[in-house]
């Protein structure tokens, strides 16, 4: 497929744009989206970018039953020239490449999507807020579209691209949140999908979810599924512990998302020559570490709040309080780090940012 077989069609009603300081995530949507079928036999076809609008869906589609889908979730920054960059947005179509592998779904041309993408995010540019903080939410996905009640994998899908606006994960500035330790429930484990970034996923931690909120915590704690004894991940992240000096992250075993921002953090802290392990670690470890002074650091990592600070951990019914309930020095080192990188204040050092050219094909 060639960038020049896109039909754009453009919107005659442009939206008003939120104000800065109104932006909620995921709630306002740009003036286009990218759209692309796939029929079997014929592969991928008809890409096009055309006004944001309501999809038209058999009540049959396989999505609606069976949930074959997918999804990523990257974001557009305006630099303080007024550029537009994204974040190794390479990285993000090759792991949705690789969640359509698992849940039986084709794969896409990475080079071409980026093109649709930055095709997209040029049609829409003046939707990207400029103030401090804020970005575009870019979630590219693919729903399977057959009308077909058999269990099988679709012949038809869609593959979207929507954006949205978003303000600030932290209003008042990086805050530690508190995080109850799972010991009931399971994300994923070993052999299942939870390497895949599939819907399903988070339709089957809501639950977990809603029980410690109840109790006043922010996010979960995942252990793994078998034994319950080792981390997985927090909420929808991945999760990184500072003990004794040394920074621990679990090691990818089937069962955790291999996270972008997981990566650029372990990629950033070997340039600072610190030491960073991937491994298999267990809650017990960190209590020990926590009950001998040790546990100096906790945060969740993930492309929406990009650093999130740990505060506290609930674990059997105790209360595990981290840096005193506020944000560790690493934790924001690597917050400002990783959010200039993205925004285009510091330089590049490790080449991750990719800029969008002005080019608005019509
Ligand atoms: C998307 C996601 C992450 C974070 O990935 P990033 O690429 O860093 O945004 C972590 N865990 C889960 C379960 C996710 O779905």
């Known amino acids: 497929m060639k960038e020049q077989d896109m039909q754009i069609t453009l919107s005659t009603a442009k939206k008003v744009k939120p104000q800065a300081d109104q932006l909620e995530f995921g709630k306002q949507f740009t003036d286009h989206m990218f759209i692309m079928d796939y029929t079997q ?21 396989m999505i609606f039953h069976y949930g074959q889908s997918v999804f990523e979730g990257l974001k557009a920054y305006a630099s303080p ?40 995010i040029s049609v829409d540019k003046e939707w990207i807020p400029q103030e401090e903080g804020t970005s575009l939410y870019i979630r590219p996905f693919i729903i399977a579209t057959e009308p077909y009640l058999g269990v099988s994998s679709s012949h ?72 319950k004894k080792y981390i997985e991940e927090v909420g929808s992240m991945n999760v990184f512990f500072k003990i004794n000096g040394e920074i621990i992250t679990p090691a990818l075993n089937g069962s955790i998302l291999p996270g972008i921002t997981r990566d650029s953090i372990i990629e950033l802290l070997k340039h600072w020559n610190l030491p960073v392990t991937e491994r298999r670690i267990s809650m017990e470890e960190v209590y020990e570490a926590y009950k001998s002074g040790l546990l100096e650091e906790a945060f969740g990592t993930g492309t929406a709040a990009v650093i999130s600070p740990i505060g506290e951990f609930l674990w059997n019914g105790e209360e595990m309080i981290v840096q005193n309930g506020e944000t560790g020095e690493l934790s924001k080192k690597l917050y400002d780090t990783l959010t200039d990188i993205q925004r285009g204040k510091i330089e590049d050092e490790l080449n991750w940012t990719m800029k969008v050219e002005e080019k608005v094909t019509q």
């Open 41 to 61: 036999g014929q592969g991928w076809h008809d890409p096009r970018i055309v006004p944001y609008q309501p999809l038209t869906l058999e009540p049959s589609a």
């Open 156 to 227: 038809n899908y869609q593959f979207i691209i929507i954006m949205s606006p978003v303000g600030s994960y932290y209003k008042e500035g990086i805050h530690p949140v508190k995080i109850a330790v799972e010991s009931a429930f399971t994300r994923a484990v070993n052999g299942g999908t939870g390497e895949a970034k599939t819907g399903g996923n988070y339709a089957s931690s809501l639950k977990a979810q809603e029980v410690s909120e109840k109790m006043g915590y922010a996010q979960v704690l995942w252990l793994d599924g078998v034994e």
């Open 81 to 120: 020239e007024d550029e537009v960059i994204l974040f190794r947005p390479e990285k993000n179509f090759q792991r949705l490449n690789s969640s359509n592998g698992r849940l039986c779904i084709p794969d896409v041309d990475v080079d071409f999507a980026l093109k649709a993408l930055k095709t997209l």
